[in-house]
């Protein structure tokens, strides 16, 4: 039986899979936004300039590990924090 509990009985519990699924789901999204913007980047450069040019594989370098290392900090940023997330209270008692 899955009994929905009351906002102040709700404890941060390390292994509940809303709040694995939450944070999970918040990774997965600011990942692909910053990934976005180094693909978008290379892809500009090779739009604009070809890939043919002496700098590109330097570039290209750079990009991605700039990019990368974004994603790193990312990562330890979200794990830095203790994230607690109601939802779907049925009730909310205002005595306490």
């Given at each position: 039986m ?28 600011l ?16 739009n ?18 700039l990019?990368?290392?974004?994603v ?19 009730e ?5």
């Amino acid at each position: 039986m899955n009994k929905r509990k009351r906002l102040k009985d709700r404890k941060i519990i390390d292994d509940d899979p809303y709040l694995t699924k939450s944070k999970d789901h918040l990774r997965y999204l600011l990942y692909n936004q910053i990934k976005n913007v180094f693909v978008g980047s290379l892809s500009a450069i090779e739009n604009k300039m070809g890939r043919d040019f002496p700098l590109y594989p330097q570039l290209r370098a750079e990009i991605l590990r700039l990019g990368n290392n974004e994603v790193r900090k990312m990562h330890q940023i979200l794990d830095s924090f203790n994230v607690e997330a109601a939802s779907f209270v049925d009730e909310f008692d205002n005595q306490g």
